[in-house]
């Protein structure tokens, strides 16, 4: 196989997204979604309902790719939590932790977001007040 073939072919498989890990949190009796999200790079984006206060279990499930590569040793696919007025605590083996110090060991950062909170999108620029 010629160089710059192999070269062109191992860069678009190296620069390819890697998959990412879901979250899903649903009510105690696994009966309504509260919530979910995706990571994306090292970041965790997680949407919640913001009018639910009370016992949770959060799912969580890697990527085939990420689960053959042991990326995230040591978390399990389901804790027992707390969600109030949007935050959400997990119930670790080391004791209760915010869903944000919780994935701190996992080398991710949470971004979460509730119902009604303000979205901004990479280029939307806001109207000023005065301007109709």
């Not at 998959?19 to 984006?45: M, R």
């Not at 696919?77 to 119930?91: E, H, K, M």
Request: net charge positive; proline share 8%.
């Amino acid at each position: 196989m010629p160089k710059f073939p192999a070269l062109l072919l191992s860069a678009l498989l190296l620069s390819t997204p890697a998959h990412a890990l879901k979250i899903s949190v649903w009510d105690s009796e696994l009966q309504t979604k509260l919530g979910d999200g995706e990571s994306s790079g090292g970041q965790l984006k997680v949407r919640l309902v913001g009018d639910y206060n009370g016992p949770v279990v959060v799912l969580f499930a890697p990527s085939d790719e990420e689960r053959a590569r042991n990326t995230f040793p040591g978390l399990k696919s389901r804790y027992s939590g707390v969600l109030r007025g949007g935050q959400l605590d997990l119930q670790a083996d080391s004791g209760p932790q915010t869903i944000t110090r919780f994935l701190t060991a996992f080398k991710l950062t949470v971004s979460l977001q509730a119902p009604g909170s303000p979205v901004t999108l990479p280029g939307l620029k806001a109207t000023p007040a005065n301007k109709k």
